[in-house]
């Protein structure tokens, strides 16, 4: 079966800097899709960056990054300065589909705060 | 496009009573998913429709649990004789054909005292 593993409960960054969440998964699948969602508290989750196992170009969105590390089971996200509103609970998750095609495995999430 | 929307929003219940919780997808969207999250976790998948057909259901759904999509558009969850750790967010999200992304609902709080 496949998992996902958040390591960091929580994390703290300064507005306009930029940090980095941490996600291993584990699959015997080739091909696999990996999402980070964003959950702001009180309000609905929200799709933040994928990446297709198939493409080695780690996907980019605006101030969103990944590094994928396919060897190593390995995605994070880096969120380049840092802003207010990227506090949020943010998940890792897995799916062996594309998005809609079938069931997402989360993590456990990470809470990142922003101070001003 | 409204979004994916969820009612009720909260719902506080006695044990053993039954519930029902009801996801309207956005409209072009012909695949629906129902996921459970409790406190400090990250959500957990339930069961998965494409259109009106139940494609698959996770182990976590027991007995007491019902899901149906009778015309492939909204979605009824429904928790027969609930006990207290039924209390969670349960969140729906509706996809495709044409998406490969999983849009979520605001979710259903459910608290069974």
């Known amino acids: 079966a496949q998992t996902v593993t958040q390591s960091q409960p929580e994390m703290s960054v300064q507005e306009a800097e930029t940090v980095t969440l941490s996600c291993t998964y584990d699959?015997?699948?080739?091909?696999?899709?990996l999402f980070w969602y964003k959950q702001p508290p009180s309000r609905q989750m929200i799709l933040v960056i994928r990446?297709?196992?198939?493409?080695?170009q780690n996907a980019t969105e605006n101030r969103f990054s990944v590094n994928f590390q396919k060897a190593a089971k390995s995605f994070s996200l880096k969120i380049s300065d840092s802003q207010l509103g990227d506090a949020a609970m943010y998940f890792c998750?897995?799916?062996?589909?594309?998005?809609?095609?079938?069931?997402?495995?989360f993590g456990k999430g990470t809470k990142l705060s922003v101070k001003p | 496009d409204t979004g994916v929307s969820q009612d009720p929003r909260h719902k506080i219940t006695k044990r053993g009573q039954n519930v029902t919780f009801r996801c309207d997808p956005i409209s072009e969207h012909n695949r629906l998913y129902w996921y459970r999250q409790t406190l400090g976790q990250g959500p957990e998948f339930l069961t998965y429709?494409?259109?009106?057909?139940?494609?698959?259901k996770s182990r976590l759904l027991s007995d007491r649990f019902s899901a149906e999509r009778p015309k492939g558009s909204f979605s009824t969850l429904e928790i027969q004789r609930t006990e207290q750790g039924d209390s969670a967010m349960y969140l729906c999200?509706?996809?495709?054909?044409?998406?490969?992304?999983?849009?979520f609902g605001p979710g259903t709080r459910l608290t069974v005292l």
């Open positions: 999200a509706s996809g495709g054909p044409t998406t490969d992304t999983q849009y």
């Open positions: 998750a897995y799916s062996n589909y594309g998005g809609s095609q079938g069931n997402l495995i």
């Open positions: 699959t015997s699948e080739s091909d696999y899709y």
């Open positions: 429709f494409q259109n009106e057909a139940q494609l698959e």
């Open positions: 990446q297709e196992a198939y493409k080695q």
